[in-house]
């Protein structure tokens, strides 16, 4: 079965153990800033370009570490699935939301979070957050 939707996905985290992550006008859930691969464009070409898009970052292909593919139901598209090439990134790079990005913010990877997130940003995002996070002050 392949995925109705193929994306690229950032999974930033900051030194005090925050993820990036955004909302997009009308929806509610919190997921990670990212997007569409087009047809022809490598999973990193797309991140990289939809972070420019969406953020007005300027990220580079080498500051970002291959997570895996994953696949979920999407949030805000009823029946379909999305898989979704992830990538991480230890860094607070200055963000500004752009085009449909109407709200961003940093959550903890580890307790408790108070806001909605996506399924797939819930269920699979998060724990490799975690453990990316952990790996990185391990090694400090």
């Known amino acids: 079965m392949s995925a109705d939707i193929r994306i690229a996905v950032a999974l930033i985290i900051n030194d005090r153990g925050e993820m990036l992550t955004v909302r997009k006008r009308g929806t509610t859930a919190f997921m990670q800033p990212g997007g569409k691969i087009d047809a022809g464009e490598t999973p990193i070409a797309a991140l990289v370009r939809e972070l420019r898009e969406e953020l007005a970052l300027d990220a580079r292909p080498d ?9 979920e139901q999407a949030a805000n598209e009823p029946d379909m699935i999305v898989e979704a090439e992830a990538f ?3 860094a607070a ?6 085009a449909e990005i109407e709200e961003l913010k940093w959550l903890p990877v580890e307790g408790p ?13 998060f724990p490799i ?3 990316r996070f952990a790996e990185a002050r391990s090694t400090a």
Do not use: I, K, N
Request: proline share 9%.
């Open 63 to 71: 500051d970002f570490r291959y997570e895996g593919c994953y696949r």
């Open 88 to 90: 991480s990134w230890l």
């Open 93 to 98: 790079p200055a963000v500004a939301p752009q």
């Open 113 to 125: 979070v108070a806001v909605e997130r996506a399924p797939l940003t819930r269920t699979h995002l």
């Open 129 to 131: 957050a975690a453990r």
